[in-house]
């Protein structure tokens, strides 16, 4: 996985990328955001307003289940991302608040052709 569309929940919008840097065979690396929503209203959400914060942070902390189907994304003073995926690739992504996964929008992992 190189990389992660992020969508608004009813994926009609686009928001931006996550850029993935995983060695190959390991579960830990690092990403970086890069946000550049459809619609200028999306920067007024808070929650697309995060992603900023982090974009600007530069680098975050990613880990992937073994199966590759879940991955949390660390950063410095913010809640923690949750990006999970169906078989197909599709998926949410959102934060982990209180202990639970809050829904925020659609995902789809990009991969790099061989």
């Not at 199966?67 to 809640?79: A, K, P, Q, T, V």
């Amino acid at each position: 996985m190189k990389a992660i569309v992020l969508q608004t929940l009813d994926g009609a919008q686009h928001i931006g990328f996550i850029l993935c840097a995983i060695p190959p065979g390991d579960i830990e690396g690092d990403c970086m955001f890069s946000i550049v929503p459809d619609q200028a209203e999306l920067l007024e959400d808070p929650n697309v307003a995060q992603l900023l914060i982090r974009r600007d942070q530069g680098e975050s902390q990613i880990e992937l289940s073994e199966d590759r189907r879940w991955l949390r994304i660390r950063s410095h003073r913010l809640d923690d991302m949750f990006v999970e995926f169906q078989p197909s690739g599709v998926g949410h992504w959102g934060y982990i608040r209180d202990g639970e996964n809050v829904a925020i929008g659609q995902a789809q992992t990009i991969h790099a052709e061989r």
